[in-house]
């Protein structure tokens, strides 16, 4: 079963807007950490933002976000402000306990001058 | 050096040719993985060592071999190779039995095509 899961293929913003980034996650472990990297096209993936599942308030960091929903099983992630460098793959990740870190497919964000 | 650094950056290889990628990590990580990223895929986890032992392995064909001589170094040695394998591998490092934020620092990948 899929455990983490992005509908968003593609996503265009205009620069300077604010963008939503969709991810749920499916887990019955209690303990989990949720986690949001970006990937330009030269491959390297880089770590944005962490969101532990017992952390009371939503992660942020710098013009990043993460929107965490317990209830609904969701860590959107926020980008404010959106610039020319977002352009870039970005994956959502979850790691159940202690358990390896499993990816989602991916959305390519693009951002519009 | 800092980070994680992969080698090389591009690599072509014929399907009966023997080639390694090598991964190197600075940050003092106890576990190294190896991802395979092929396109409109999610990225598949391949092989995983902790301590320098390999904790997992999955399902990956005999055609990849990882080594993990010590807790800085990670290869993924390659031999006849099919086309389906042109993808780009990724190696990670973590520090694992703390708290807190154990997420993966990743390389910039080894982009591999198989002629």
């Known amino acids: 079963a899929q455990k983490i899961t992005q509908t968003q293929p593609g996503m265009f913003v205009q620069e300077k807007e604010a963008v939503t980034l969709d991810c749920t996650y499916d887990?019955?472990?209690?303990?989990?950490?949720l986690f949001w990297y970006k990937q330009p096209s030269s491959g390297e993936m880089i770590f944005l933002i962490y969101?532990?599942?017992?952390?009371?308030q939503n992660a942020t960091e710098g013009r990043y976000s993460l929107n965490f929903q317990k209830a609904r099983k969701s860590a959107n992630l926020v980008i404010s402000a959106s610039q020319l460098g977002d352009s870039a793959m970005y994956f959502c990740?979850?790691?159940?306990?202690?358990?390896?870190?499993?990816f989602g497919t991916g959305t390519r964000l693009t951002v519009i001058p | 050096e800092t980070g994680v650094t992969q080698t090389p950056r591009h690599l072509v290889m014929g399907m009966t040719n023997k080639k390694s990628l090598k991964c190197e990590q600075h940050?003092?990580?106890?576990?190294m993985y190896w991802y395979k990223q092929s396109a409109k895929k999610p990225l598949e986890l391949m092989f995983v060592?902790?301590?320098?032992?390999?904790?997992e392995n999955n399902s990956v064909p005999s055609r990849f071999s990882p080594e993990c001589p010590n807790s800085s170094h990670l290869f993924l040695h390659l031999h006849t190779l099919q086309p389906e394998d042109s993808a780009l591998y990724l190696c990670?490092?973590?520090?694992?039995?703390?708290?807190?934020?154990?997420?993966?620092?990743f390389g910039s990948g080894t982009r591999l095509t198989v002629v």
């Open positions: 060592y902790n301590f320098k032992e390999q904790t």
């Open positions: 990740a979850m790691r159940e306990g202690f358990n390896n870190l499993f």
């Open positions: 990670a490092s973590s520090q694992e039995g703390t708290g807190g934020n154990y997420g993966y620092t």
């Open positions: 940050l003092g990580h106890n576990a």
């Open positions: 969101q532990g599942s017992y952390d009371q």
């Open positions: 887990t019955s472990d209690p303990s989990y950490g």
